[in-house]
Nanobody
Framework: VQLVESGGGLVQAGGSLRLSCTTS????????IGWYRQAPGKEREAVSC????????SYEDFAQGRFTISADKAKKIVYLQLTGLKPEDTAVYFC?????????????????????WGQGTQVTVSS
């Protein structure tokens, strides 16, 4: 099982980035993929997640309207489009996989349920 993040970088406030999470070694249809982030000195927090099978999505409040999660099932890649970036979005962004096909009832935030994480990709937003 592997998840590999890419696409991070340094951008100015208001800019955009598209992060990619390339997955392999598990049944994409049977899993939900979540994007999390961790800023220095802070706990890892959920950003958004997507069900591999049907594309159902969920967003945290701070991500709603600015970030968009999507998936290419054929390639088993999950994207996170970041727009309107703010300095407080600076963090290492991780993707992880969680068995199951639901994003309801706050399940995206069940961090202990994620089986594997990628190494992360750094996003830095300058003011």
């Amino acid at each position: 099982v592997q998840l590999v993040e890419s696409g991070g970088g340094l951008v100015q406030a208001g800019g955009s980035l598209r992060l990619s999470c390339t997955t392999s070694g598990f049944s994409f249809d049977d899993y939900t993929i979540g994007w999390y982030r961790q800023a220095p000195g802070k706990e890892r927090e959920a950003v958004s997640c997507i069900v591999g099978r049907d594309g159902s999505t969920s967003y945290e409040d701070f991500a709603q309207g600015r970030f968009t999660i999507s998936a290419d099932k054929a390639k088993k890649i999950v994207y996170l489009q970041l727009t309107g970036l703010k300095p407080e979005d600076t963090a290492v962004y991780f993707c992880g996989n969680r068995a199951g096909r639901s994003v309801r009832h706050g399940t995206c935030r069940w961090i202990a349920a994620y089986e594997r994480w990628g190494q992360g990709t750094q996003v830095t937003v300058s003011s």
